[in-house]
């Protein structure tokens, strides 16, 4: 039986190298859906099937939960998007040609992000995330008009400054871990660093990391480096959108992660959670004030990503078993709900033919299955119970309380105000007299509908052996 | 200390020391072509440090990552983007926010900043590296004035790429640091693709200034 760390890593490889050249948007669109799928079975091995890493790769307890939802939604985001497209070809919004550079896009893109979670060296992983942003830019551009080439342009300035100042950070860890690893390809080995963390130079490391948090925290959207993400969002395909918010945020946030591990390993170094948790706390008001005046849908949950990498961030900042677990089962919820809401608004979008939220309305009348999708997935976002998001928030606040009161305080009227903008608009959007077309859709509501299951059921039962699993990683995660 | 190691140290500093002034050259440069001119400077000299750094310490690859330096950036993309320009009819003055000498002042601040905060927690570090990565610290942040003081697309590329620059002596200067090359090559590809996205702006005429301020307002009223 092959490596499944490998098939992960050369199934996208492989197929975009045949979507690259296959003519007829239909067998792409289906091929995407089948590399996606075995990616994902290869993926579903993992837990049992532990291969040893090496140099250059690595599985462990951590990555094997990025690395299952990165392959899960990008399965499913792969199925919404051959729905989707098809209906941006009849519009004449994109060509057939341009679709066969989105396909084997799409693929560059998973193998990134597949990379950069598995990569056992952190100079590998950098560039696994740089090949990720790289091909996002590309598809975030893919219409062609103004908007779209100004949204590309500067999310690929932002991201290359950021990325640059992550490079910087790296060789930082390097020169700290020379002393005592030596010199050459061991030194940036990510099992030796943590191996060898209390004996890094703090110091070094202690710049390095608000490099790595300024240049990965501009990747995972934190105020004040997030201005690329609304524009990225809002104005390339939606099944990128989904990818966007649903995978390549976390891709960033679990680089950081990684290096706030080996900064908790160290005694002398500064502590990583005051810094995260201040990032994070200011993102999530941030983006809860910004919420209010959004008139574009996409644009509007593009915020509302913002947000909620804002709290996963304070909550692995405010750290400890607890806050830890509180922030991987945000992520994992927010990552279904968020890319669930997306093929929503992509199919939405579609029908209306239009992006402005004062030109929908009484979704819920004329397309009850996208309507009702929408109004789950606002409620689920908005931390409604009986959905995942709500036990998720309900932790990352009760942890909080319990130790740092005033900060829980503020985390919760940040949640109150976001809470309140999107009902505002759901209401708007949802209910009411019919607004603009109400043509028939041809959508598949199955990923949506199966995204929403996964979160209906973490919010009333989760089962057990998850609980376990991600109380390890939280442990691991100090 | 031997003489040899001195001298070797001493080239080695003088040529960071070289890459920090043609940054400051880069702040002051109100034309496009000049700027261009310098860029090609700033990649030369890299090219030189990362050239010296490869004998120093005996690291055939970080020729090929030298190599990249003169080849690409400091000749190929100058010249792509001077052809641009003139095709654009860019080959202008170009506007700059805030006046010459606030921004050379910031400059200065800058470097003292990088200098503070690096040579006091390099103390273990050994010399060259250490004087290397606070040169190159300054670099990347005069990279980052440069492209925030500037409005034309253009000129934030050239921004970005002497940032880069900075990022490229910084990894060169930490002794035996593994994939250097890799990144430099992964580097190249990123400003290839920046290079190429300034070109498709043109050629898709959608724009016909390359000036951020115009992209900016491609947004449309608040949305």
Redesign the interface.
């Known amino acids: 039986m092959p490596d499944p760390v490998t098939a992960i890593l050369l199934i996208p490889l492989a197929a975009a190298a045949i979507l690259a050249i296959l003519p007829d948007y239909r067998i792409g669109a289906a091929l995407n859906i089948a590399a996606c799928l075995l990616a994902l079975l290869c993926a579903l091995t993992l837990p049992w099937h532990r291969p040893a890493g090496g140099d250059y790769l690595l599985v462990d307890d951590l990555n094997i939960v990025f690395v299952l939802l990165n392959c899960f939604i990008g399965c499913t985001t792969s199925a919404f998007s051959a729905s989707y497209i098809g209906h941006e070809l009849q519009t004449g919004r994109l060509q057939p040609v341009h679709l066969r550079f989105y396909h084997a896009m799409f693929q560059v893109m998973l193998f990134g992000m597949n990379l950069a979670l598995l990569a056992n060296?952190i100079?590998?992983m950098?560039?696994a995330v740089?090949?990720a942003t790289?091909t996002t830019?590309?598809m975030v551009?893919l219409y062609?008009?103004?908007?779209a080439?100004?949204a590309?342009?500067?999310y690929?300035?932002l991201g290359?400054?950021g990325?640059?100042?992550a490079?910087?950070g790296t060789?930082?860890v390097?020169?700290a871990a020379?002393?005592s690893i030596g010199?050459?390809?061991d030194?940036?080995i990510w099992a030796n660093l943590l191996a060898h963390a209390p004996q890094l130079?703090p110091?070094?490391l202690?710049?390095a990391f608000i490099f790595l948090l300024l240049g990965y925290g501009t990747k995972v959207g934190l105020a004040p480096m997030h201005a690329w993400l609304p524009?990225a969002h809002?104005e390339g395909p939606t099944p990128i959108s989904a990818v966007l918010s649903g995978l390549l945020l976390n891709v960033a946030l679990y680089a950081l992660l990684r290096f706030k591990m080996l900064m908790a390993a160290n005694p002398l170094a500064i502590a990583p959670g005051p810094l995260m948790a201040g990032l994070g706390l200011l993102s999530a008001i941030f983006a809860a004030f910004m919420l209010y005046?959004?008139?574009?849908i996409k644009?509007m949950f593009a915020y509302s990503s913002i947000e909620h990498m804002g709290i996963i961030v304070f909550a692995f900042g405010m750290a400890g078993p607890l806050g830890n677990f509180a922030g991987l089962l945000q992520m994992t919820m927010h990552s279904l709900t968020k890319s669930a809401i997306f093929f929503s608004v992509g199919h939405i979008a579609q029908v209306k033919g239009t992006q402005r939220m004062e030109d929908m309305g009484g979704l819920t009348d004329s397309h009850p299955v996208l309507g009702w999708g929408l109004v789950a997935g606002v409620a689920a976002i908005a931390g409604m119970p009986p959905f995942g998001v709500f036990t998720s928030e309900f932790l990352v606040v009760s942890s909080t309380f319990a130790r740092q009161p005033i900060l829980a305080v503020v985390l919760v009227a940040g949640l109150l105000l976001a809470f309140g903008a999107l009902l505002l608009r759901l209401t708007d959007v949802g209910f009411g007299p019919v607004k603009g077309p109400a043509g028939p859709v041809r959508a598949s509501y199955i990923p949506m509908l199966a995204h929403f299951a996964l979160v209906l059921m973490a919010g009333i039962w989760l089962p057990p052996a998850l609980v376990v699993w991600f109380q390890h990683v939280a442990v691991l995660l100090g | 200390m031997t003489a040899a190691h001195g001298l070797s140290f001493d080239i080695a500093h003088m040529l960071a020391g070289g890459l920090v002034l043609v940054s400051f050259m880069m702040l002051y440069q109100d034309r496009l072509t000049a700027l261009l001119h310098v860029l090609g400077l700033h990649a030369f000299v890299l090219s030189l440090s990362v050239a010296w750094q490869a004998h120093i310490q005996d690291a055939p690859g970080l020729y090929i990552a030298a190599g990249i330096a003169l080849g690409f950036k400091a000749i190929l993309v100058p010249q792509a983007l001077r052809r641009m320009i003139f095709r654009m009819g860019l080959h202008r003055e170009i506007e700059t926010v805030g006046g010459i000498g606030l921004t050379m002042l910031a400059g200065i601040a800058l470097v003292a900043l990088s200098l503070r905060?690096?040579l006091?927690?390099?103390v273990?570090?050994d010399p060259v590296?250490r004087e290397d990565?606070a040169l190159?610290?300054s670099v990347?942040l005069i990279g980052?004035l440069t492209?925030v003081t500037r409005r034309n697309?253009i000129s934030?590329v050239v921004g970005?790429m002497s940032?880069?620059n900075g990022?490229n002596l910084?990894?060169t200067g930490?002794?035996?640091?593994?994939?250097v090359v890799?990144?430099s090559v992964?580097f190249s590809?990123?400003i290839a693709?920046?290079v190429i996205?300034v070109f498709?702006?043109r050629i898709?005429e959608?724009?016909d200034t390359v000036d951020?301020v115009a992209?900016?307002s491609?947004?449309?009223g608040?949305?």
């Open positions: 060296n100079g590998l950098w560039v740089e090949l790289l830019v590309m551009g062609r008009t103004a908007e080439l100004e590309a342009w500067k690929f300035i290359s400054v990325i640059a100042l490079l910087f060789i930082l390097y020169l020379r002393p010199e050459g390809m030194a940036m130079d110091s070094l202690n710049i524009d809002a005046r959004r008139r574009d644009r | 905060v690096m006091p927690v390099t273990h570090a590296a990565i190159a610290l990347v980052l492209m697309a934030q970005f940032l880069e990022i910084a990894a930490a002794r035996g640091m593994p994939l890799e990144i992964a590809v990123l693709f920046i996205g498709l702006f898709r959608r724009f951020a992209i900016d491609a947004r449309g608040q949305r």
